[in-house]
Structures are given as structure tokens and as C-alpha cells.
């Protein structure tokens, strides 16, 4: 009940693309929902983060899609640029309590120029 | 506002030896806690310090253990090294425990021959 699955494992996208990146959860107590950004021989950081009372949060070209009913969300990256290479992790947690992070296996993304 | 700050960045040890990791969180935050990255697997959550106190601990042998200090800086430690022990050792710090947004350090690169 614990897990976070990620798809796909890597992507390849065209400049100007859009890049999606999904992931599913099955812990229903789980109520913040993270995407991390991680740049080679950098920690991950903070991109975006959505709660199940919305089913959509944007941020520039960055948007979260949440479907709470089928416990899945998804980062959608509009008009990708070759600086958004990078890999991407999505979690989930609880936000209060001792819940831990759970994350995602991660996804790396190549925008080609 | 300085950052969150590991040392060393990079470490090799042999197998049978211990390793002592340190933790630098950014002022004013008192929870750290600690993931293990490496490829295919993700992050994977080691465990959690909040005001000197184990909050929260994931699924590792007794031979990773960390520490807190009353300045928030944490420790970890992981005694008799495996080749598998190899990996990206990734720290984060937050306000408070439960919070959710995480800030990551630039990790200490683990390489046990």
C-alpha cells in the first residue's frame, strides 16, 4: 500500500513537445502530491505540488492532473525546452503525522533541441 | 539562506569499513531526514530526525543509523559496508516534521569497492 509507481522510466521529446510523465498510488490516506526536479549532480527540488481537493494545478508550463477516484496524477510540461532535461520524481505523503515521503522511481527527460 | 550543506561530496570505501555522513539543514529548520538514491530504484527513505528524536525509520538494516544535533545538524552512519551500500545519500530538511515541502542537499556520492 505503500508504493508509487512511475511511468515511463525515461521519455524523449521534441522541442516545443509536451512531456507527460504519470504516476499511481494506492495509499488513500496520502493527501500532497509532489513532483521533484533533479538535475544531474544536484539534489531534487520542489517543481510543483497539488492536494486531492483539486483535480488541476498550474504553474507557467508545468501542470499537475489529479484523478482521485483511479488514485492516479500526472506533470504535464507545455512547450518542453532543453533546459527541462532533467529527471523527474513524483511522491506522495501525508502532510501532518509521521507519514513518510514515498517516492517514485523517477523519469528522465531528454528534450532534444 | 544558505542551503542544505553535505559533506563529503564524494566518498570511497572498501567493504567491512564504516562511513559517518554529515547533514547541515537550513537555518530554522529542525526536521532532516535522509534517502538513499540509486538507479532503477529511486529515493528511498532512510529515516527521519526531528528536535534530536527518530520520527520515522523505512526499511533498512540496523546497519544505517543516524543521529540529530540540538543545532539540526544530523549524522548518518553505516557500519560494515556492502557493495550494494553504494549509492547517492541524499539529505533533506523542512520547518517542521510532517511538512511537506522538502529541501534537498546536493547529496555525498557513495562508492564501496
Known amino acids: 500500500q505503500q508504493q508509487v509507481k512511475q511511468s515511463p522510466q525515461s521519455l524523449i521529446v521534441q522541442k516545443g513537445g509536451i512531456s507527460i510523465i504519470n504516476c499511481a498510488y494506492e495509499n488513500t490516506a496520502f493527501d500532497y502530491f509532489p513532483w521533484y526536479q533533479q538535475f544531474p549532480g544536484k539534489g531534487p527540488a520542489l517543481l510543483i505540488a497539488i492536494r486531492p481537493d483539486v483535480s488541476e494545478k498550474k504553474e507557467g508550463r508545468f501542470t499537475i492532473s489529479f484523478n482521485k477516484s483511479a488514485k492516479q496524477f500526472s506533470l504535464h510540461i507545455m512547450d518542453s525546452q532543453p533546459g527541462d532535461s532533467a529527471t523527474y520524481f513524483c511522491a506522495a505523503t501525508k502532510g501532518s503525522g509521521t507519514y513518510k515521503y514515498i517516492f517514485g522511481t523517477g523519469t528522465r527527460l531528454k528534450v532534444l533541441a | 539562506k544558505a542551503g542544505v550543506t553535505q559533506t563529503p561530496r564524494y566518498l570511497i570505501k572498501t567493504r567491512g569499513q564504516q562511513v559517518t555522513l554529515s547533514c547541515s539543514p537550513i537555518?530554522?529548520?529542525?526536521?532532516v531526514s535522509w534517502y538513499q538514491q540509486t538507479p532503477g530504484q529511486g529515493l528511498q527513505f532512510l529515516f527521519e530526525y526531528f528536535s534530536e528524536t527518530q520520527r520515522n525509520k523505512g526499511n533498512f538494516p540496523g546497519r544505517f543509523s543516524g543521529r540529530q544535533f540540538s543545532n539540526s545538524r544530523s549524522e548518518m552512519n553505516v557500519s560494515t559496508l556492502e557493495l550494494g551500500d553504494s549509492a547517492l545519500y541524499l539529505c533533506?530538511?523542512?520547518?517542521?516534521?510532517?511538512?511537506?515541502?522538502?529541501?534537498f542537499g546536493s547529496g555525498t556520492q557513495l562508492s564501496v569497492l
Open positions: 533533506a530538511s523542512s520547518k517542521q516534521t510532517g511538512n511537506e515541502k522538502l529541501f
Open positions: 537555518s530554522g529548520h529542525r526536521s
